[in-house]
């Protein structure tokens, strides 16, 4: 299988603070893994791509100050969202190939509902 | 920049009938994929068509793409009520690339 879980599912924070998302691949190793953003009844947006040991590369419009990633290791990556505002409140979705199952297909973890007050 | 486009954008059928969804793209591609996503959950791959293909089944899915109309469709028969959720189409963004570009998504509900 290819499993991905992401931590936490939710969290309420409050605007200027700092909240960090964690993304695992749980029975498989990804080099790579993606992370979006999807606010309400609205479509995925592709943020960036979180590469092992390197730096990610983000989409056109995607501030990489403010949304920091980092992939230390072969089944984690991270998405800190630094000084949240409200703006920022939405549901962030990441993804991973098991490039052992298959080349295409992306396994998503079940997501994290971020709101800030 | 989005180039799937589903439509309809939401779909209200009863159980037992099909529902059909439709979505167009913009650019070439490898592939064509189709998800489905529960509220408020992540998405799970439903089935993927490569661009050398014009039909593929899966249980009671049914895909066809038309690359000359950049378009694909989803035909999901004798729906269920579980089938309730919203399905996204996703293609490669730029030949071979592992990045996906979301279409709109059409939400449908299957009414018991």
């Known amino acids: 299988g290819a499993v991905v879980s992401q931590h936490p599912s939710w969290v309420i924070c409050k605007s200027g603070t700092s909240v960090k998302i964690e993304c695992r691949s749980l029975?498989?190793?990804?080099?790579?893994m993606f992370w979006y953003r999807q606010f309400p009844k609205q479509s995925l947006m592709l943020m960036a791509t979180?590469?092992?040991?390197?730096?990610?590369?983000?989409e056109q419009g995607v501030e990489k100050d403010k949304f920091l990633i980092n992939h230390a290791s072969l089944t984690l990556s991270t998405l800190t969202v630094t000084s949240a505002h409200p703006e920022d409140s939405s549901f962030y979705i990441c993804?991973?190939?098991?490039?052992?199952?298959?080349?295409?297909?992306?396994?998503f973890g079940p997501g994290t509902r971020l709101t800030v007050t | 920049s989005q180039q799937g486009e589903e439509d309809p954008q939401a779909l209200s059928i009863q159980e037992g009938e099909n529902a059909t969804m439709n979505c167009s793209y913009k650019t070439s591609i490898n592939n064509l994929q189709w998800y489905r996503q529960n509220s408020g959950r992540g998405l799970v791959h439903l089935i993927l068509i490569r661009s050398n293909e014009r039909e593929k089944h899966s249980g009671r899915l049914r895909v066809t793409l038309d690359t000359s109309k950049k378009s694909s469709s989803l035909l999901i028969t004798a729906s269920r009520a579980a089938d309730t959720a919203s399905y996204f189409c996703?293609?490669?963004?730029?030949?071979?690339?592992?990045?996906?570009?979301f279409g709109k998504g059409t939400k449908l509900t299957v009414n018991p």
């Open positions: 996703a293609t490669d963004s730029q030949g071979g690339s592992e990045k996906l570009v």
């Open positions: 993804s991973a190939p098991n490039r052992a199952l298959s080349p295409y297909e992306q396994y």
């Open positions: 979180s590469n092992e040991g390197s730096k990610a590369t983000y």
């Open positions: 029975d498989f190793q990804a080099t790579t």
